[in-house]
DNA sequence: AATCTTGTCAACCGCGTCCCA
DNA sequence: ATGGGACGCGGTTGACAAGAT
């Protein structure tokens, strides 16, 4: 039992009434979810005298939609939501709560915490601005590829082990990363496999928004049957189903076709990509 | 073994928006 | 039209754990 609220200097009457603060015991989460079950949730500020916790009617509600609400998926992100998470951020930036609505069972909250704890970190290592141009540019280059051949090393081990013998861009335990120039093609690669997900059909527009990623996605040729991905348009002209099983990936096929020129990798050209240093530093899979 | 540093994440806070009387 | 309460969101904090020294 960790911090109630403080009580020093006040009369019994003023500690009864005292609302608590801090971690939640296992007697209110009790409390909490026996009275959501039986009378739904809403209301909190009523609720949370109905049923009779020293707590605000915010602090109900947070406990309940980040910690005790039985959709709520625990554990490490994946790689595919780590991958959403910065598509959906470099679109909405740090709209949490919309982000979250995407990412079934995961909540605004620890996405919020992902983003500050990771990625923001990466920034810093990096020496620029998360919310800078540069850094998004860096996100797409390189962490958005990592996260792709990620997916694809753990969705089949087939395809990975064809990935490995190419030599692929982003995988950080490859040593030859090091010598990766600035806006290789090889760079951008996975990124146009990136909309190759679509699956049988080519990626459209209203599958992924003009101003998502690169401005035109590259032509992509027909996925494989086991491409098995259906990106669904939102009303706001988003896609939303990341159904990553069967996921595969073609590192190569569309290198020739994938205009280089729409993706801003160049200005990456410059200290921070042209030696070891990106790949060395950032990206680090591992560490994510 | 002790101390320090760093990372994680639950929880709080302030503010803006919505809704209703 | 407006004032107040409820709610939701994003930013921030702080406790704790794990790893490094």
Same mark, same amino acid.
């Given at each position: 039992?960790?911090?109630?609220?403080?009580?020093?200097?006040?009369?019994?009457?003023?500690?009864?009434?005292?609302?608590?603060?801090?971690?939640?015991?296992?007697?209110?989460?009790?409390?909490?979810?026996?009275? $959501? &079950?039986? %009378?739904?949730? !809403?209301?909190?500020?009523?609720?949370? =005298?109905?049923?009779?916790?020293? /707590?605000?009617? *915010?602090?109900?509600?947070?406990?309940?939609?980040?910690?005790?609400?039985?959709?709520?998926?625990?554990?490490?992100?994946?790689?595919?939501?780590?991958?959403?998470?910065?598509?959906?951020?470099?679109?909405?930036?740090?709209?949490?709560?919309? $982000? &979250?609505? %995407?990412?079934? !069972?995961?909540?605004?909250?620890?996405? =919020?915490?992902?983003?500050?704890? /990771?990625?923001? *970190?990466?920034?810093?290592?990096?020496?620029?601005?998360?919310?800078?141009?540069?850094?998004?540019?860096?996100?797409?280059?390189?962490?958005?590829?990592?996260?792709?051949?990620?997916?694809?090393?753990?969705?089949?081990?087939?395809?990975?082990?064809?990935?490995?013998?190419?030599?692929?861009?982003?995988?950080?335990?490859?040593?030859?990363?090091?010598?990766?120039?600035?806006?290789?093609?090889?760079?951008?690669?996975?990124?146009?496999?990136?909309?190759?997900?679509?699956?049988?059909?080519?990626?459209?527009?209203?599958?992924?928004?003009?101003?998502?990623?690169?401005?035109?996605?590259?032509?992509?040729?027909?996925?494989?049957?086991?491409?098995?991905?259906?990106?669904?348009?939102?009303?706001?002209?988003?896609?939303?189903?990341?159904?990553?099983?069967?996921?595969?990936?073609?590192?190569?096929?569309?290198?020739?076709?994938?205009?280089?020129?729409?993706?801003?990798?160049?200005?990456?050209?410059?200290?921070?990509?042209?030696?070891?240093?990106?790949?060395?530093?950032?990206?680090?899979?591992?560490?994510?």
């Amino acid at each position: 039992m960790a911090a109630v609220a403080n009580s020093v200097g006040r009369s019994p009457n003023e500690e009864d009434s005292e609302l608590r603060k801090g971690p939640w015991t296992l007697d209110e989460d009790t409390l909490l979810i026996h009275y $959501i &079950a039986n %009378h739904g949730e !809403g209301h909190w500020n009523s609720l949370a =005298k109905c049923a009779g916790l020293k /707590r605000t009617g *915010k602090s109900c509600r947070l406990r309940w939609l980040n910690y005790l609400k039985p959709d709520i998926k625990r554990g490490n992100l994946t790689p595919q939501e780590q991958l959403m998470i910065l598509e959906l951020h470099s679109k909405w930036g740090n709209r949490w709560s919309k $982000i &979250a609505q %995407h990412l079934p !069972g995961r909540t605004d909250n620890e996405i =919020k915490n992902y983003w500050r704890t /990771r990625v923001q *970190k990466q920034a810093r290592q990096l020496n620029i601005e998360s919310n800078s141009k540069r850094f998004l540019d860096a996100v797409r280059c390189f962490w958005m590829p990592t996260l792709l051949q990620k997916m694809e090393q753990t969705s089949s081990r087939t395809s990975s082990d064809y990935l490995t013998s190419q030599n692929s861009v982003g995988a950080t335990v490859s040593p030859t990363n090091n010598s990766v120039p600035s806006g290789s093609p090889k760079v951008v690669s996975h990124v146009s496999d990136y909309y190759s997900l679509a699956g049988n059909s080519s990626p459209s527009h209203n599958s992924l928004s003009s101003d998502s990623l690169i401005s035109q996605p590259p032509q992509v040729p027909e996925q494989p049957a086991s491409s098995s991905y259906a990106f669904e348009a939102l009303d706001d002209n988003y896609y939303v189903d990341y159904d990553m099983e069967g996921f595969s990936l073609d590192p190569v096929s569309e290198i020739a076709s994938f205009d280089t020129s729409q993706f801003d990798c160049q200005m990456a050209g410059n200290y921070w990509t042209s030696g070891s240093y990106m790949t060395d530093t950032l990206w680090n899979m591992e560490g994510m």
